[in-house]
């Protein structure tokens, strides 16, 4: 699986749009990108994922760039409650096992009031 | 719907003790993952099974030890602890395991937080 880039830790402001990067420029044509949080000591939590299009949830928008190297998780109105650890995961669909999800340190971002 | 039940959520073992993790997968899930998350190494993954065989396994030593039974329920059992298996243990639970295209999401528990004394 491709190896995923990401900044330490984050900043916004509560109310704004946060936009997390990713570089993953190794990425190959069956692998898919995919987004999870954690909140402190809770379990992480699916938000989004995304092949070659863009995508839009309830939660966040994925963009993925033309090339694929990179993509950026854009969180609309940030709230308090979206401050967490967010994970971008780099994962094939190709056969064997799919649970093995391998998570770096991601981003830690921080909701301001 | 149900989400991914973990039990027990805390417990406190001392060292050489042995412990049992349960999880309880999400209605029609049959595969389940065991992760372990510490400070220092973040989240690693443990082992996968589906349909009651380990699929995968992670770089962890044989005490280390899981199985899955025939309602995809998955318990991982740690034996004679030591204070560096201090860690919160997720376990996560999606549909598809198989080859093939499409994504696969997983959706995690809440954890069973280890404290070895």
């Known amino acids: 699986d491709a190896k995923t880039t990401q900044p330490t830790s984050m900043d916004c402001a509560e109310g704004r749009a946060a936009n997390l990067p990713c570089n993953h420029s190794?990425?190959?044509?069956?692998?898919?990108v995919y987004w999870y949080r954690q909140i402190h000591s809770q379990g992480p939590q699916y938000i989004i994922h995304g092949l070659k299009n863009n995508e839009t949830n309830e939660m966040a928008s994925l963009i993925i760039t033309e090339d694929r190297k990179s993509s950026t998780l854009i969180l609309p109105h940030a709230t308090l409650r979206d401050t967490a650890v967010y994970y971008c995961i780099v994962r094939g669909f190709y056969g064997g096992s799919q649970g093995n999800l391998i998570f770096g340190k991601g981003t830690k971002l921080s909701v301001k009031p | 719907k149900a989400g991914v039940t973990q039990t027990p959520r805390y417990l406190i073992k001392t060292r050489g003790q042995q412990v049992t993790l349960s999880c309880s997968p999400i209605s029609g899930h049959r595969s389940v993952s065991w992760y372990q998350q510490t400070p220092g190494q973040g989240l690693q993954f443990l082992f996968e099974y589906f349909s009651e065989t380990q699929r995968n396994k992670g770089n962890f030593p044989g005490r280390f030890s899981g199985r899955q039974f025939s309602n995809s329920r998955s318990e991982m059992n740690v034996s004679t602890l030591e204070l560096g298996d201090s860690a919160l243990y997720l376990c996560?639970?999606?549909?598809?395991?198989?080859?093939?295209?499409?994504?696969?999401?997983?959706?995690f528990g809440a954890g069973s937080r280890l404290t070895v004394l």
């Open positions: 996560a639970s999606s549909f598809r395991v198989t080859i093939g295209s499409g994504a696969n999401v997983l959706t």
């Open positions: 190794t990425i190959s044509g069956n692998e898919y």
